[in-house]
């Protein structure tokens, strides 16, 4: 899923989705293989014609509560 804080002042310029991988490794592989993939290039560089749209990029890894329904 997608979400959009609630709130001012992220709500006007915050996008947070979460991603589920098997370890940070496989995590950092997989980030590193999507940002090289020359199509993505392709279509980030044309998605930026007019300026960057995407100021930067957070990770945050996470871990389950012991009382999450989730885990």
């Not at 997989?30 to 980030?44: I, L, M, R, T």
């Not at 960057?52 to 890894?61: A, C, E, M, Q, R």
């Amino acid at each position: 899923g997608y979400w959009i804080p609630a709130d001012e002042p992220n709500s006007k310029n915050t996008l947070i989705y979460i991603l589920a991988h098997k370890d940070r490794e496989t995590a950092k592989k997989s980030w590193a293989d999507f940002s090289s993939d020359p199509e993505w290039k392709k279509v980030k560089e044309a998605s930026e014609a007019n300026g960057k749209i995407v100021k930067g990029v957070t990770s945050v890894y996470m871990n389950a509560a012991d009382f999450s329904k989730i885990k």
